[in-house]
């Protein structure tokens, strides 16, 4: 190694080391003074940009066909999606629109709110939706149900109601005008769920209305866009706790309605927080195991504490570059100081290690610096040159987020390197560490040490058996581009976004697709529906009512017969008596049992009289509180269902140019654009059917959009950018490497390792199940990093006149290489116990390729390069 490149940076580094010692406080102080600046200029200026959308290029086709859609229907883009659930459709249908009503008062935190499915021209046209067989139906049950409203809208009260039960009941002709059963077994539900005390109202609406009059029963979908602070951390932070206060308000105001909070917007703020909770916990962790680490390395406390000054140091002129170059972080950049704490810190280690080993061998303090900086500092040099070309490779690529990573890395990198000869060397000037004593290992392993050249043949062979081995089970590694998967599992949004995912109708994962006109939107439509992974799909036209003259003239005649009985329910109960009610019924009921043994709803009336008895038996006629809580839940929903029918039952004839414009803008953008929303057919948890539904859908409308088109597009996006990346820092470091090396041997025997230890952590990876993922993919490049970076060091020393006979693994350079992978292991290991997933598998990801690489290069390396030099 004595070309002349060496030889240049040799003269520097002696001239350099020099001027060190005779100015280290000034150095010191130019340093700290510079560092101050840097954070004073970083806070006032680094900005965070959290807007995913924007991690990759906007030119990739699925981006900008993301960005068309969303352009001509902003509503429906980066939402809050709330799950509303309760017993009975009136209740979910109520808290619904209380919490919509509620979240739309809210206009600096949300700029849209809306329930797809509920609405005023929904509610009066309900009817009209409805199939003619259906309509029909419904029309024969709210017929035969007529006596029963009539009696109750001149007598709405409990008393009423079992008035009007005992009367049917007592009537000997067996063909009344309405099932009596449903109605019974409401009742006694109620009373049941009451004695338990779970309060359970009856649904009216399935009793008269057969679900007809809400699109869903229990489950109502609100849609809210909130405004977005892309500028902070967490940028969905304030609509999202104003929509967890209204949500336990509502809750607290509607007792037994359960309101859950997900969707894209929601799922990555949870993300964002799981990933600073855990980080917080795993960054004391780790901080605390790298200076146990350092301190069993260096085993001088001046020697960590130099070392610890000298990082953070170089950290904050990294932060300081960052602002400068970029001016902002993203998700991913913002890991540059997971990265340069990891690399930067093996700069130190290598000169602390080979100044201690100066001092041990009796030099003074002066010559120990001098010979360190000489003998360490080509090698630091050219480790942060190949590490940075590893980070440059990512900026040509499509990847933006990691682009700017690798810019600030790479400057980092460079940044860590004249610290480390700059502050460190002059720390350890003032310092003065004395009476510096070998460290001698508690365990003298030498079949171990001398195993690398003693057994170079073997590991030769199992080397090129592991790469093959490797290569076979490399054909099942695969990359995850669900970032769902990357989510707590347990949490409440993941699991509801997971059974929505189950649904045919409500689906997050359905796709959109635009047409130019409505002829356009119609062939589309008509071809998607052909394919087996579609359900159905909804665009404009479906929203007009097919039949609509005939069914007209149903809900005309319905009016007629009901419409005059549906407005007398807006009375709350007055002064009634509900005790006595109950007392009546249940000696009706024992009557009519008397009298007709064999009654047709036998049964039912035995488990209601056994429950009134017990009800009556167990609230005494003091408490009148538990009788009028009754009276509420058998009959409390039954003047919403009644004025929801009233408001069905006034539809009118309608064309599309009468839907309201709140419904249209959703299905029809200013610019004359038709959407058409594609549901899915099969389940989307499952990948297979993920990937089914997003090719078939694409086959037919290729410039289709929706969460599961990015998240795939998305994946193939990194993988490339990673691929194309790493094809080209591998060669340019070889290249470097030959170059300056002068020895394509050399050269080889230094990444000849690195791709080993990639492959075993590829093959590794996929026995432990453990797939790539947008989280743990950007661990390769300290991988990488950190593989290139040892190699040299091991290779500088053994070109540097170490005999092949001498115990290699005893010498200060592998003590270097190992406490550098040391303090990384324990400064990333931590991560692979977050709570988050993503962060979980990166971590698991660096501990086995720091294992790996560590291997290949105290052993494989050696092996090669003994077996090159016999």
């Known amino acids: 190694m004595s070309a002349l490149s060496s030889s240049m940076i040799d003269r520097f580094l002696c001239y350099w080391g020099t001027q060190v010692l005779r100015f280290p406080w000034l150095l010191i102080s130019l340093v700290f003074l510079l560092t101050g600046s840097s954070l004073y200029y970083t806070a006032q200026n680094l900005g965070v940009n959290t807007n995913t959308a924007e991690m990759l290029s906007p030119d990739l086709p699925f981006q900008k066909n993301r960005q068309r859609i969303e352009a001509e229907f902003p509503q429906d883009a980066n939402v809050i999606i709330l799950v509303v659930n309760a017993l009975t459709p009136e209740q979910t249908s109520l808290a619904a629109n209380t919490l919509a009503d509620t979240l739309k008062q809210l206009s600096n935190s949300f700029s849209s709110v809306y329930i797809p499915t509920e609405n005023d021209f929904f509610r009066q046209q309900a009817l009209l939706f409805l199939d003619q067989n259906e309509l029909e139906d419904l029309s024969v049950k709210l017929i035969d149900a007529q006596p029963f409203i009539g ?12 008035n009007i039960i005992s009367k049917a009941l007592k009537e000997t002709d067996d063909s009344l005008p309405m099932d009596l059963e449903p109605l019974l077994l409401a009742v006694n539900n109620t009373l049941a769920h009451q004695l338990s005390g779970k309060p359970y109202a009856v649904s009216w609406q399935n009793l008269l209305a057969a679900n007809k009059l809400n699109s869903k029963s229990n489950r109502t979908i609100v849609i809210a866009r909130p405004k977005m602070n ?18 336990k308000l509502v809750i607290q105001e509607n007792p037994g309605v359960r309101i859950r909070i997900t969707g894209e917007t929601a799922l990555e703020h949870e993300e964002l927080e799981s990933v600073s909770e855990g980080a917080a916990i795993a960054g004391i962790i780790s901080l605390l195991l790298v200076c146990i680490s350092l301190w069993v390395g260096l085993r001088s406390f001046k020697l960590l504490f130099a070392t610890f000054i000298t990082l953070i140091l170089g950290l904050i002129l990294t932060a300081g570059f960052a602002t400068v170059a970029i001016g902002h972080l993203n998700l991913i950049s913002i890991a540059f100081a997971v990265l340069y704490i990891g690399l930067g810190v093996d700069y130190a280690i290598h000169i602390c290690l080979h100044y201690r080993e100066c001092r041990s061998l009796g030099k003074e303090n002066g010559a120990a610096i001098i010979d360190s900086i000489h003998t360490v500092g080509f090698s630091i040099f050219l480790c942060a040159i190949t590490t940075s070309l590893g980070f440059l490779a990512f900026i040509p690529t499509d990847y933006s987020g990691v682009s700017e990573l690798g810019i600030i890395s790479a400057g980092g990198m460079f940044i860590g390197l004249v610290v480390s000869l700059t502050v460190l060397p002059a720390f350890l000037t003032v310092l003065r560490i004395k009476d510096v004593k070998p460290i001698k290992p508690t365990f003298k392993l030498i079949f171990l040490t001398t195993l690398p050249f003693r057994q170079s043949k073997c590991i030769k062979i199992y080397s090129l058996v592991f790469a093959v081995y490797s290569c076979l089970l490399l054909t099942q590694l695969v990359f995850d581009s669900n970032p769902i ?26 796709l959109s697709a635009l047409a130019n006109d409505w002829e356009s939107a119609k062939k589309l439509a008509h071809q998607l529906e052909q394919l087996p992974s579609v359900h159905n799909t909804i665009f404009l036209n479906d929203l007009l009512a097919k039949n609509q003259d005939d069914k007209l003239e149903i809900i005309e005649e319905l009016d007629l017969i009901l419409g005059n009985q549906l407005d007398k329910f807006d009375d709350k109960f007055i002064a009634t008596k509900p005790r006595q009610a109950l007392l009546k019924l249940h000696a009706d009921i024992t009557e009519i049992l008397e009298i007709n043994t064999s009654h047709s709803n036998k049964a039912t009336l035995e488990r209601l009289q056994n429950n009134i008895r017990l009800f009556t038996n167990y609230y005494s006629e003091y408490n009148t509180a538990p009788y009028h809580a009754l009276e509420q839940n058998t009959l409390g929903l039954l003047p919403y269902t009644m004025n929801r029918l009233r408001t069905s039952l006034s539809a009118l004839p309608y064309q599309l140019g009468d839907i309201p414009d709140y419904i249209k803008t959703h299905w029809l953008s200013p610019n004359g654009l038709y959407k058409v929303l594609i549901m899915p057919e099969h389940d989307q948890n499952k990948v297979e059917n993920l990937k089914q539904f997003v090719a078939e859908v694409l086959s037919i409308a290729p410039s289709a959009s929706g969460l599961p088109v990015a998240d795939q597009a998305s994946g193939v996006a990194v993988v490339n950018a990673f691929i194309q990346a790493f094809t080209g820092a591998v060669i340019a470091i070889f290249l470097l490497l030959l170059l300056i090396l002068r020895d394509i041997k050399s050269a080889t025997l230094v990444i000849g390792p690195l791709l080993l230890a990639a492959l075993l952590t590829g093959a590794t990876n996929v026995l432990l199940n453990n797939s790539f993922n947008f989280a743990n993919i950007i661990a390769l490049p300290l991988l990488m990093g950190m593989g290139v970076d040892s190699g040299i060091h091991i290779m500088h020393r053994l070109k540097s006149g170490l005999s092949c006979n001498k115990e290699i693994l005893q010498s200060s350079t592998a003590r270097g290489v190992f406490f ?4 990384t292991m324990c400064s990333f290991s931590s991560l692979a116990f977050t709570p988050h997933v993503g962060t979980a598998s990166m971590g698991l990801l660096l501990a086995v390729g720091i294992f790996f690489t560590l291997v290949c290069t105290l052993i494989v390396l050696p092996a090669f390069y003994g077996n090159n030099n016999q």
């Open 820 to 823: 550098s992978s040391l303090t």
């Open 230 to 247: 892309f500028d902070a951390i967490l940028p969905a932070e304030h609509a999202l706790t104003a929509t967890r206060n209204t949500v």
């Open 485 to 510: 998967n990357l989510r707590d599992p347990n949490s409440e949004s993941v699991a509801t976004i997971k059974e929505l995912l189950r649904s045919q109708t409500d689906s997050p994962f359905a």
């Open 151 to 162: 009696y109750l809208s001149q007598n709405y009260h409990l008393e009423g109601l079992f």
